[in-house]
């Protein structure tokens, strides 16, 4: 399965399993992304990272053996304007496809990674070490459930 397989990497990394012999299945909420950027044939699923009922069903539906995430929210500026929905699409998302996966078996997985701000008061320029960053969180989640060496459906 490939998030947010119908955005610009997405659909680049859906072409590339198909050009190698690998059925994909894409999953995306299309809130930035077009239908239309999802190859002919390959199987697609309407529903956000955060719906995680809706990911189960979808990954044993599709008899998903590995994901690979891409569906973010990479607007740097927005996630200054709105920390809050940027938080919840990029990290709890990425909780909630966790747990989907863990509830649907799919043990293989690859996180590309997020990179947006947040501001702190008394600190200036990047927040790379700050424990709210969505890249110290993801790696963390990372680093306790997601490995793998392939994706496939
Ligand atoms: N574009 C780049 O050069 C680049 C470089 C490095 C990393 N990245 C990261 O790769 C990821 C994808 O970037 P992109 O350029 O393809 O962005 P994009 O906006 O073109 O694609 C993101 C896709 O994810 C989907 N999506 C967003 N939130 C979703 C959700 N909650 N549930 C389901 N689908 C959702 C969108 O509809 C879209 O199709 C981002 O995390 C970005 O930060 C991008």
Not at 62 to 82: F, P, R, T
Not at 94 to 107: H, P
Not at 108 to 122: F, I, K, S, T
């Amino acid at each position: 399965m490939v998030t947010g397989g119908a955005g610009y990497i997405g659909s680049h990394v859906v072409r590339a399993l198909t050009d190698g012999g690998i059925d994909a299945v894409v999953l995306d909420d299309l809130s930035s992304g077009f239908e239309s950027f999802i190859p002919e044939g390959v199987p697609f699923v309407k529903a956000s990272i955060l719906e995680t009922e809706k990911v189960r069903a979808a990954l044993v539906e599709h008899g998903v053996q590995g994901v690979i995430h891409c569906a973010g929210y990479k607007y740097a500026g927005e996630s200054v304007k709105l920390p809050i929905h940027t938080y919840r699409q990029n990290v709890e998302g990425t909780a909630c496809l966790l747990e989907a996966m863990a509830d649907a078996g799919v043990t293989q997985a690859r996180v590309l990674l997020v990179r947006w701000r947040l501001r702190h008061p008394g600190r200036r320029g990047r927040q790379r070490d700050h424990p709210h960053h969505a890249g110290v969180a993801l790696r963390r989640v990372q680093g306790s459930s997601a490995s793998g060496s392939s994706a496939t459906r």
